[in-house]
């Protein structure tokens, strides 16, 4: 997995490393340490891939066929003994085993009927094993490490000596792939502890990609359904993969293809995202790509192996086209690098190209600034000073054009906003439309509640893919209209130059105006879709359940809870609109407008006092011409150096 990706990062870290390399690389506002964070973070970049499922759904299996290529990770889970397991990479395989402190040791025997029916036998057991609870549970969360694998079922397997003290285990590995990806094993969706439930939720929630598995034949029941409702609902559709394991025990392919149909179907799922076509559904034999991986390696099966390898291969499932291993890899390897790797290569390689260009940029507009000071070298007492009037009118000019800018840029602000908020209007009056026919539609009033808040964020996700394109087509149309009031200045000010010999450039422009685009676009999309579903729910569900306590028809419930939706979607697009507004405005002068007119007030400022040094030295006159002839050589050497770099770098 991750080849392609893996490929661009090494070419990025040695990009990084040829740069911190070269001599006078560095421009005002980048510096080496600037360029060693973010070398450093490129290195530390990492896909955190969640795999979530009901207890026997086959988690275990498959994690061992996709990593390990054997058993290591024990598939014996029942409800007291699933761990939230993290599998990282490492130089030699090795276990760390986080062990629950006393306030949550407290927490956990507190749930009295998880503790007598599934707890207490195990601690028996290990009581019996001579380990005793106060020598593993402590006020801090005790660590016990083994330099091996060979234990791992003491902490994680049933009747495992340390298994019922054990909160988290973490397993290091040298599988290459795990340099990029940590893998969350998260315990089953039928998890009675409550603890480990949370912290499950947490992991989920920080992944890129979670893939919730669950198995052929068997159809998703009310455990699945209130897993996905409670864990799955705040992680965006673009980050889930649905995997139908133990494809192997239906016995024929109709049978196969009526399961899907029926999963097709089922609106509830539907509406969760969990399915939505059948290419949606990854199919795989979980068991088959472990006992293929294991017989490629020449590895022995034991008993249990052996008897499964003859049905399956019977049944063709040791076959790479049949068990579906392969395909699962790509749709992860796709799922991450869309929701994550693309962002982070476009990020760098922007940032190493900025490198040059803005050290180009100060090179180029230094040679300019010396070749129009040899130009006033050569110049007479009296064609100076005329030339220090000009300066003076140039400055003036200056000001007085930041104020029409800064004036028209508010009204490019305004303008083009306005035109995008005009169309926001109009798609969520289709979503709210789309949101009271589906909530019509609700035959289920004993999950009624999760319904409509699936209904909702699908709603809202919708609508903000509609969205999306205007929002780029916004920020490009403005990022232009800006770009030709800058050049309109330069040009102006060119003009204006004939007495002067000041050479502008544009790189300036177009440097600030392509940090500006992305920048915008971060922060629109950001702004406009950030947490909006779940302030939703956080601030609303109660209140739902207070209709459904009142309200005697689902016709009264629907009405409250749409007046409700509708009051949230004014309030929370007019909050953004101002926070939206004041950020892009604040971006824009800071980044466009002042930054630049500073500038050209520095080269004004730099200028004067150019023409002030020679107007008192003219005696000196010949050395400074010398001066500046080499150091515009010396200019030109480095320009010259620093493009041949760059080619050489790409």
């Known amino acids: ?42 290195e530390e970049e990492h896909f955190f891939v969640s795999f979530t499922g009901q207890i026997k759904a086959g988690k275990s299996t498959l994690i061992n066929a996709l990593l390990f290529e054997e058993e290591i990770i024990p598939t014996d889970d029942t409800p007291h003994t699933a761990k939230i397991t993290l599998i990282k990479y490492g130089k030699e ?49 005790k660590i016990k490490n083994e330099n091996h694998l060979d234990n791992l079922n003491d902490y994680v397997a049933r009747y495992g000596k340390y298994t019922p003290f054990v909160n988290l285990v973490t397993i290091y590995h040298p599988n290459e792939i795990l340099k990029e990806i940590t893998i969350v094993d998260t315990p089953g969706t039928n998890d009675p502890n409550e603890q480990r439930d949370k912290v499950a939720k947490e992991w989920i929630h920080k992944t890129n990609a979670n893939i919730y598995i669950t198995y052929a034949g068997q159809a998703m029941d009310k455990v699945d359904i209130d897993f996905i409702d409670n864990f799955l609902l705040s992680v965006p559709k673009e980050q889930k993969l649905t995997v139908l394991n133990k494809i192997d025990s239906i016995n024929d392919s109709d049978g196969l293809e009526e399961y899907i149909s029926e999963l097709l179907a089922d ?17 795989v034999s979980a068991l088959g790509a472990l006992i293929d991986k294991m017989l490629n390696r020449k590895l022995t099966l034991n008993e249990d192996l052996e008897y499964y390898a ?96 800064d004036k028209n840029f508010n009204k490019l602000i305004k303008s083009n906003l306005d035109e995008f908020y005009l169309l926001q209007h109009k798609q969520h009056k289709i979503s709210l439309e789309k949101i009271e026919t589906e909530i019509k539609g609700i035959t289920n009033s004993s999950n009624y509640q999760n319904e409509v808040e699936w209904i909702v964020k699908k709603a809202i996700d919708n609508n903000f893919e509609e969205l999306r394109e205007s929002l780029r087509d916004m920020t490009d149309k403005l990022t232009l209209e800006i770009q030709e009031d800058m050049d309109n ?51 609303n569900t109660n209140s739902w359940q207070r209709f459904w306590d009142t309200e005697n028809t689902l016709e009264g419930i629907n009405s409250k809870i749409m007046k409700k939706i509708n009051n949230f979607f004014e309030i929370s697009d007019n909050n953004m609109r101002e926070e939206f507004e004041d950020k892009i405005a604040n971006h824009i002068q800071k980044n466009i407008l002042e930054n ?34 080499k150091e515009r050589e010396r200019l030109e050497t480095e320009l010259k150096s620093l493009n041949n770099s760059k080619k050489e770098i790409e």
């Open 267 to 283: 609106t509830q799922l539907k509406r969760r995202e969990v399915v939505s076509n059948k290419e949606s559904l990854i199919l």
């Open 489 to 539: 200045l330069k040009y102006n000010l060119i003009e204006k130059d004939k007495n002067i010999s000041l050479t502008l450039t544009t790189n300036t422009f177009s440097i600030y105006a392509i940090e500006l685009t992305l920048g915008m676009k971060e922060l629109a999309e950001k702004q406009f879709k950030g947490k909006k579903i779940n302030k939703l729910i956080q601030k």
């Open 310 to 405: 003859e049905q399956l291969e019977e049944k063709g499932f040791l076959e790479p086209e049949n068990h579906g291993l392969l395909r699962l890899e790509k749709m992860i390897e796709k799922k991450l690098i869309e929701n994550k790797g693309k962002n982070i290569i476009d990020s760098h390689s922007k940032f190493l190209d900025s490198i040059f260009r803005k050290r180009i940029n100060e090179i180029e507009q230094k040679l300019n600034e010396k070749k129009s000071s040899l130009s006033d070298l050569m110049k007479s007492k009296v064609e100076l000073k005329n030339v220090s009037e000009s300066i003076d009118e140039i400055i003036k000019f200056i000001q007085k054009e930041k104020k029409k800018i």
């Open 596 to 629: 630049i007119i500073n500038e050209l007030n520095e080269t004004m400022d730099k200028k004067e006092n150019e023409i002030e040094e020679y107007l008192q030295n003219e005696s000196n006159k010949e050395n400074l011409i010398e001066e500046a002839k």
């Open 93 to 141: 395989p090795r276990i760390e085993a986080t062990f629950y402190n006393k306030e949550e040791w407290k927490q956990l025997k507190s749930n009295k009927d998880f503790y007598e029916e599934f707890l207490k036998p195990d601690i028996e057991k290990s009581i019996g094993q001579g380990l005793f609870v106060d020598e593993i549970i402590n006020t801090t969360a």
């Open 1 to 42: 997995m991750l080849t392609d990706y893996k490929n661009e990062k090494n070419k990025i870290l040695t990009q990084y490393e040829k740069i911190l390399n070269l001599p006078n690389i560095l421009s005002k506002d980048i510096t080496i340490e600037n360029i060693k964070e973010k070398k450093k973070q490129l």
